[in-house]
């Protein structure tokens, strides 16, 4: 699903990422490890190509995402990633459902195909009663699963999650945790997520552990 050749990646005379090479086949979820400053994150936003890297290649469903021009990456983006981040990011002016179904707009499908898809995928989540409701009116928990929501809401090839759980209460955790289980189980989906929590990384189908911006053997 993921592959990765070679990337490197520096901010000024920092070199980041020292020449990372992954494979990550469907269907299974990594987890990404390490101490602060190892390049987990900025490693996630190559792969969701909201960063380019300095040298390396990047293949996404067998697509060379960097040979795109800046439109057909952005709509490459919309279409085949999900995104999660530790904060939510929702639009408070925003309902629950509306949220959802900005990326489906996005990618120009219809109001009813996309509040459709929105309701389908919000009843999953168990958040149905929730539909109407602003992210004030959430708690942290929902307000996340909301944010998963719209990460799926375009069916995406591949879930990238950076330190999703990692402003949520131990239950809350433990719930989010179970549920991108679930999406690798019931629906086949491709999940790489960096995380501080070891006990959920063990968990995962492999861990990849960087250091000083290597992927340590």
Not at 4 to 33: E, R
Not at 45 to 55: A, N, Y
Not at 93 to 116: D, M, Q, R, W, Y
């Amino acid at each position: 699903m993921i592959q990765l050749q070679n990337i490197t990646k520096s901010f000024g005379k920092l070199q980041v990422l020292k020449g990372i090479d992954l494979q990550i086949p469907q269907g299974k979820l990594y987890s990404i490890v390490g101490p602060s400053g190892a390049g987990k994150t900025t490693l996630l936003q190559i792969m969701g190509t909201l960063s380019k890297p300095d040298s390396g290649h990047l293949e996404i469903r067998k697509q060379a995402v960097f040979s795109l021009g800046e439109k057909k990456m952005a709509a490459f983006r919309n279409r085949e990633i999900g995104f999660v981040f530790q904060f939510h990011y929702l639009l408070p002016e925003f309902t629950a459902l509306e949220n959802v179904c900005i990326p489906a707009f996005i990618a120009k499908k219809s109001k009813k195909e996309a509040e459709g898809r929105a309701k389908d995928l919000l009843q999953f989540l168990g958040l149905e009663n929730r539909v109407t409701h602003k992210p004030a009116e959430l708690s942290g928990g929902e307000r996340q699963r909301v944010a998963v929501a719209r990460a799926l809401i375009n069916d995406p090839a591949v879930i990238l999650a950076d330190e999703p759980s990692g402003n949520l209460d131990t239950k809350n955790r433990e719930d989010l945790h179970d549920l991108f289980f679930q999406l690798r189980d019931q629906f086949n989906q491709t999940l790489v997520i960096v995380t501080h929590d070891e006990d959920f990384a063990r968990q995962s189908d492999k861990i990849i552990r960087m250091r000083d911006g290597w992927i340590e053997e």
